[in-house]
């Protein structure tokens, strides 16, 4: 299942309401998004770093067809380039208030270092959430397009596809100081690729997480909380041959 929201100079995925199709010789680093139709403020981070960014405001007319409202120009130099993933997102929504951050709070209160904080997410969210094998089954029956997590959604209902334990993770962690990056991408599946979404974090020294991941100093590490929670199965993948696509 791909998100069709997203476009990074691979072919064009198949159009919607929500979708900009962009023909591939001229994508450099494209990020589309829905924009709520009520008003409501949301945070789309520079994830591509520095450089220039030009943003476009496009409305919908017919199918697949879009007219310009708006459009900006801005140079970006980020004070760090772990900003985009230190800060709530369309996609990592939380806020101070949030329960996913008062509890991430909580359990790493006594932690000793940033791996420590890590590790007491990674268990917690690995003995406290299965996976939600009907929501993704209804995802891929219904062909169901830009779909949205909610982390204390997930922390409440204790349930969840990858996209959910993929952004309750970096919720958790980023509203701790550790740059935390959503990825959505690919994995092996029994020969075959199947769409999934998992963290990457970044840590100033290395430490343990699990006893079998060590996180390195000044890399960044994998960590898929689905695949430690859920184990292999057919929506999940083996934990293998990941390949990143997008990252937010």
């Given at each position: 299942m791909?998100?069709?929201?997203?476009?990074?100079?691979?072919?064009?995925?198949e159009?919607?309401?929500?979708?900009?199709?962009i023909?591939?010789?001229?994508?450099?680093?494209?990020?589309?998004?829905?924009l709520p139709g009520?008003?409501t403020?949301v945070?789309?981070?520079?994830?591509?770093?520095?450089?220039?960014?030009?943003?476009?405001?496009?409305?919908?007319?017919?199918?697949?067809k879009?007219?310009?409202?708006?459009?900006?120009?801005?140079?970006?130099?980020?004070?760090?380039?772990?900003?985009?993933?230190?800060?709530?997102?369309?996609r990592?929504?939380?806020?101070?208030?949030?329960?996913?951050?008062?509890?991430?709070?909580?359990?790493?209160?006594?932690?000793?270092?940033a791996?420590?904080?890590?590790?007491?997410?990674?268990e917690?969210i690995?003995?406290?959430?299965?996976y939600?094998?009907?929501?993704?089954?209804?995802?891929?029956?219904?062909?169901?397009?830009?779909?949205?997590?909610?982390?204390?959604?997930?922390?409440?209902?204790?349930?969840?596809i990858?996209?959910?334990?993929?952004?309750?993770a970096?919720?958790?962690?980023?509203?701790?100081g550790?740059?935390?990056?959503?990825?959505?991408?690919y994995?092996s599946?029994?020969?075959?690729?199947?769409?999934?979404?998992?963290?990457?974090?970044?840590?100033?020294?290395?430490?343990?997480?699990?006893?079998?991941?060590?996180?390195?100093?000044?890399?960044?590490?994998?960590?898929?909380?689905?695949?430690?929670a859920?184990?292999?199965?057919?929506l999940?993948?083996?934990?293998?041959?990941?390949a990143?696509?997008?990252?937010?």
């Amino acid at each position: 299942m791909r998100d069709p929201l997203y476009f990074y100079g691979d072919e064009p995925y198949e159009a919607d309401e929500n979708a900009i199709l962009i023909p591939k010789e001229l994508v450099f680093t494209e990020a589309f998004a829905k924009l709520p139709g009520d008003g409501t403020p949301v945070v789309y981070p520079l994830q591509s770093g520095n450089g220039q960014y030009n943003v476009r405001v496009m409305q919908n007319t017919t199918e697949n067809k879009y007219m310009e409202l708006f459009s900006a120009q801005a140079d970006v130099v980020l004070d760090s380039e772990f900003e985009p993933f230190l800060r709530p997102s369309q996609r990592v929504a939380y806020s101070v208030d949030s329960a996913c951050v008062l509890l991430a709070s909580d359990i790493s209160a006594q932690a000793a270092d940033a791996a420590a904080v890590v590790s007491s997410v990674y268990e917690y969210i690995q003995s406290n959430v299965d996976y939600d094998y009907d929501k993704a089954q209804n995802i891929v029956d219904n062909n169901v397009t830009g779909y949205l997590p909610d982390p204390d959604e997930t922390l409440s209902t204790k349930k969840g596809i990858c996209y959910d334990y993929a952004a309750l993770a970096a919720a958790m962690l980023r509203s701790q100081g550790i740059p935390t990056k959503l990825i959505t991408g690919y994995v092996s599946s029994g020969g075959s690729e199947l769409y999934h979404a998992w963290n990457m974090i970044w840590l100033e020294e290395s430490g343990w997480i699990t006893v079998e991941i060590r996180a390195p100093r000044h890399e960044w590490q994998r960590i898929d909380l689905t695949f430690a929670a859920a184990g292999q199965s057919a929506l999940v993948g083996d934990g293998k041959g990941y390949a990143d696509k997008e990252v937010y």
